[in-house]
Nanobody
Framework: QVQLVESGGGLVQPGGSLRLSCVAS????????MDWYRQAPGKQRELVAT???????NYADSVKGRFTISRDNAKNTVDLQMNSLKPEDTAVYYC?????????WGQGTQVTVSS
C-alpha cells in the first residue's frame, strides 16, 4: 500500500530555515506529482507546493521565493526547503500524493516558528 512518512520539523526562530523530507513507498514514485500541504491551528489545510513527475514546480503565493520543493526519484523522496521562516508558517506540514484517484497523506510533521 501507499505510505508517506515525513520528517524534519521542529522549532525555529523567525528568519531561520528548516528542511522537511518525505519518503514514499508502495508506488512507482517517479511517475507521480507530489505535494506539500500545511494546516495551522483553526485553519483549513492549504497547498504549499507541488512538484510534477518532470520536476515542474508550483508554489502558494505566501511561500514563493522562500520555499523550494525538490525530489529524488532514486530515493523516493520529496523535500521542502524552507528559508526566511515567519511565525505565520507555523503549522503541521503534510506530504500528499494522488494515486489512482485517491489521496494519500503522511502523518504530518510540526513546524513552529517562534522566538
Amino acid at each position: 500500500q501507499v505510505q508517506l512518512v515525513e520528517s524534519g520539523g521542529g522549532l525555529v526562530q523567525p528568519g531561520g530555515s528548516l528542511r522537511l523530507s518525505c519518503v514514499a513507498s508502495g508506488i512507482i514514485f517517479s511517475l507521480y506529482s507530489m505535494d506539500w500541504y500545511r494546516q495551522a491551528p483553526g485553519k483549513q489545510r492549504e497547498l504549499v507546493a507541488t512538484i510534477t513527475s518532470d520536476s515542474s514546480t508550483n508554489y502558494a503565493d505566501s511561500v514563493k521565493g522562500r520555499f523550494t520543493i525538490s525530489r529524488d526519484n532514486a530515493k523516493n523522496t520529496v523535500d521542502l526547503q524552507m528559508n526566511s521562516l515567519k511565525p505565520e508558517d507555523t503549522a503541521v506540514y503534510y506530504c500528499h500524493i494522488e494515486f489512482r484517484r485517491l489521496g494519500y497523506w503522511g502523518q504530518g510533521t510540526q513546524v513552529t516558528v517562534s522566538s
